[in-house]
């Protein structure tokens, strides 16, 4: 099933999200829907948080970058309460857009290495260091369950330019092609 995903200015997106246990309801159909949901955006990752759910969980899948770097081919991956232990290397900048910021993508730069212990979907817990692009969709969706989203890391500047773009979205006044719910569209 598609789930709406919540736009830029809804609250559960500012919030520390918490840890779920394996006996949490549904959790396999809630990983479908949002791998189904993140698809049929045309996304590379897709947070919890995004469809309404404060938990710590986000999936990702990078094969839509195979083309300009093989090493995405089959990174599918479903994370659950995962904790970055560290993060290392050199700062680069890459061109973030979000499911949640449709029509918004501005370069920020982070680190290009992250460890990251996590859980998989069976709770087998598991501890990976990634770089590059893989370690930049991680650090998105991890910062999406610490309630942050990419452009609290703009300048003032920036920031200012920016505005009324986001006040736009979270009035739903924005083109977007997926499902998404806008916390104050007018209507329905
Ligand atoms: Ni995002």
């Not at 479908?32 to 710590?56: C, H, K, W």
């Not at 300009?68 to 089959?74: D, L, R, Y």
């Not at 817990?125 to 998105?140: L, P, S, V």
Request: charged share 30%; glycine share 6%.
């Amino acid at each position: 099933m598609i789930l709406p995903i919540v736009s830029y200015g809804t609250k559960v997106l500012k919030q520390k999200a918490q840890d779920i246990s394996n006996d949490y309801p549904n959790l396999e159909r809630l990983i479908e829907d949002m791998f189904e949901t993140m698809y049929e955006a045309n996304g590379v990752g897709l947070a919890a948080p995004q469809i309404g759910r404060s938990i710590r969980l986000f999936i990702v899948d990078g094969s839509p970058f195979t083309d300009e770097n093989p090493e995405m081919n089959g990174f599918r991956k479903v994370f659950i309460n995962p904790k970055i232990i560290e993060e290392s290397g050199e700062e680069w900048s890459f061109n973030e857009g979000c499911l949640s910021i449709p029509s918004v993508r501005e370069d920020i730069s982070r680190l290009s290495k992250v460890r990251i212990c996590y859980q998989d979907q069976d709770f087998n817990i598991i501890d990976e260091e990634y770089d590059g692009t893989k370690a930049r969709i991680i650090q998105h969706e991890y910062d999406h369950i610490e309630g942050v989203l990419f452009t609290d890391y703009l300048s003032t500047f920036k920031k200012r330019l920016l505005k009324r773009k986001l006040n736009d979205i979270t009035k739903g006044n924005v083109k977007v092609d997926y499902r998404m719910k806008f916390p104050l569209k007018k209507g329905r």
